[in-house]
């Protein structure tokens, strides 16, 4: 079988100690490793993105929004729980991870405990209840009920905690850092990690420069970091995510299209928002990109065929991750690897908090 379809081959040894604990500071003084042909590549620092990118090329950004997803509590017997929503399902239903999962029976109540006092407040009680069990997840869905003249949001701001990822096992970083400058729909269980670098300043001179910036919706949730856990990575299947494509970013990319301009997709979400969207209203079949607003379930490995994206801002992602895999589809799995080595080596910072990697379309894969 081809070795890029096994997921043993997206293996690599990552030193504990350069797993990012905390965010640069300031965030654009982060690292970038800049892969500009098949062959080269050179190291930088995010502020000097746009001497590396030209005019007429369009940013393409996720304004997602992390939710303080994380809740603790106790069941009626006293036990402990925790839970993480995942997916809000309507009329104050959340699908959620939970723990000890295997106790969380139909009928389940929960009560939790609050994390933040918030002046002015009335004293509050926040309770669940699981009424489904979620087949595709291992999750429950819950049954929230709020107390009076308060909405989901007003109380999650009180029980809820950033959902910080578990290789991150510090709390010395700000809730703020773990949230883009330009996030703005709520949603998201995860940031957006590549957005992190940016500053307003640093958007402000790409803007000067003549470097359009668009914005997609993707709510990072369970489909991104899902472990990939089948040897033949095509059996794999995606966890659906929501995305919306608006009609104005479509027009953006159009025009940057038709005046020569590349797109370059910041980060991995946004690539399959794109990408998601083109499969959803046939690009590929040679129909023009349209505005979207639902799920995508894609999953990107080596031998896709691009329809959007031309290039990719991404940060350094997990060994065997779905993540590794997408940007194995930009260029050669075996040229990433070499090139984590080169960073590891380097000591560049990888996952959340961790340094950047640009890849232009001049090393970009292509398959027409």
Known sequence: MNEDRLLSSYGYDLPSELIAQTPAVPRDSSRLLVVDSPTSYAHSIFRHLPDWLLPRDLLVLNNTRVIPARLYGYRSTGAPVEILLLEERGNNCWLALVKPGKRFKLGTEIVFDPVVDIPNEPNSELKAKVIE??????????????????????????????????????????????????????????????????????LQRL????IEQAYITLHVGVGTFRPVEVENITHHAMHQEWVE????????????????????????????????????????????????????????????RWQIVDGLITNFHLPYSSLLMLVSAFIDRERLLTLYREA?????????FGDAMLILPEAKVNLD
């Open 133 to 202: 069990r979620d087949e595709s997840t291992g999750g429950r869905i819950l049954q929230f009920a709020l107390p009076p003249h308060q909405s989901f949001w007003q109380i999650l701001e009180k029980y809820g905690q950033m959902p910080l990822p578990p290789y991150i096992t510090t709390r010395e970083s700000q809730p703020a850092q773990y949230q883009t400058v330009f996030a703005q729909q709520p949603g998201a269980i995860a940031a957006p990690t590549a957005g992190l670098h940016f500053t307003d300043e640093l």
């Open 207 to 210: 803007q000067a420069k003549g």
């Open 245 to 304: 494509v608006s009609k104005d970013t479509v027009a953006k990319i159009k025009a940057t299209q038709e005046r020569g301009g590349r797109i370059i997709a910041v980060g991995t979400t946004v690539v399959r928002a794109l990408e998601g969207a083109a499969r959803a209203c046939g690009t590929d079949r040679g129909k023009a990109l349209q505005s979207f607003c639902g799920k995508t379930d894609l999953f990107i490995y080596p031998g896709y």
């Open 344 to 352: 590891i080596a380097q000591q560049y910072r990888f996952y959340s």
